[in-house]
């Protein structure tokens, strides 16, 4: 998606759980696996940051889709023992995260702070520490800022780091947030506002409903009715074209520059956002149905990620769909995408990689 990649519908709230506490290696392993996440990765220490790394561990299927030789291997150990949680990524490459803690039954506790790796870094770094470590289950970053929530607040910090952190006005601390080129959340009362930064005056849109997904310019509400295609920068909305008659049941949903995507019947469907024309449902969607587990989707240019994280342990799994090819590939852990980017687990390390256009 445009911007990194839920709890007002029963749908939004599973997209939500899946930056719950609760980080995890997958116990999926396929012939698109690269095999349990925790394992060791292949000798070789990580490059000098900014430069990718010889030899990264890239699944079976993968390679097709990704600059197999640009990966960027990120460590999740943190300075102070924790680990990082990856919870936002940006078209540029920067991960946002939490810090948790696993402990041997397998139960993952969120630390205080934001964690950010910037674009080729290796490590990340703290960017805020935060405090009520409990409401960190989501963050978003773009040209817009950085942002988390903090309680019933959503925090905002510049991209450069250097301003004080401020709360945007309206939002309840249930609602779904973005940035990108703008900042678009949902505020009290399903109105929807946006804002080109942490210190500009936010502006309220002509629309109220569910926030659900963000591609640059367009924000996808949801109420009854067909879905809607808002512009963030006119407030003209126009109804999307390739849903289901009551869009209300399908979830979770996610847009990208070119394609809509969405679970219904538990298969992964997509749009293509121009013309409104599907391409092949995905079925067997990792953990798809499971109580105990919350599942998410991020789209990209090219790709769709369908994510699945149990809500309290250590265990997540992945799914990375090309549409243009109908090829899928699962991966060990939880993964993103937003833009040509790709980030996904491996043991102790994010890897991130650029798709191939």
Known sequence: MDEP??????GVLLSALLVLPGCAPAVRTSSGASGPSGGPLPSGGPGPSGKPVAGAPVPPGLDRL????????IRR???????????????????????????PPGIGALHHGVWRAG??????????????????????????GHLWPWGER????????????????????RTLFFSGRVLVWEAEGGRLMTARGCADVPRLLPVRGTLVAFSHPHAFVLREGPLLQVDVRTGGSTAVRGLPASAARVEPFDAGPGLLAFVHRDALRVVDRR???????????????????????????????????????????????????????????????????????????????????
């Open 5 to 10: 990649r839920h709890l007002v519908l029963a």
């Open 119 to 144: 674009p080729g870094e290796r490590e990340a770094r703290l960017l805020r520490d935060t405090g009520k470590p409990w409401s960190l289950w989501r963050m978003a970053t773009g040209a817009g």
């Open 66 to 73: 990704i600059d197999r030789d640009g990966v960027i291997r």
């Open 275 to 357: 013309t409104g024309r599907p391409y092949a449902p995905v079925g067997n969607l990792p953990r798809r149905g499971a109580a105990d587990f919350g599942a998410g989707l991020s789209v990209g240019t090219r790709i769709v990620v369908y994510s699945a994280r149990h809500i309290d342990r250590d265990v997540s799994e992945s799914l990375v769909y090309d549409p243009r090819t109908g090829r899928t590939v699962a991966l060990p852990g939880e993964a993103l995408a937003a833009g040509d980017r790709l980030l996904w687990r491996d043991g102790d390390h994010y890897l991130l990689a650029r798709v191939r256009p």
């Open 77 to 103: 150990p943190l300075p102070d023992g924790s680990r990082l949680l990856a919870l936002g990524l940006g078209t540029d490459g920067t991960v946002l995260g939490a810090s948790e803690v696993v402990d």
């Open 154 to 173: 959503l925090r905002c910090l510049d991209r450069s780091g250097r301003q004080p952190v401020r709360s945007l006005p309206g939002w309840t601390g």
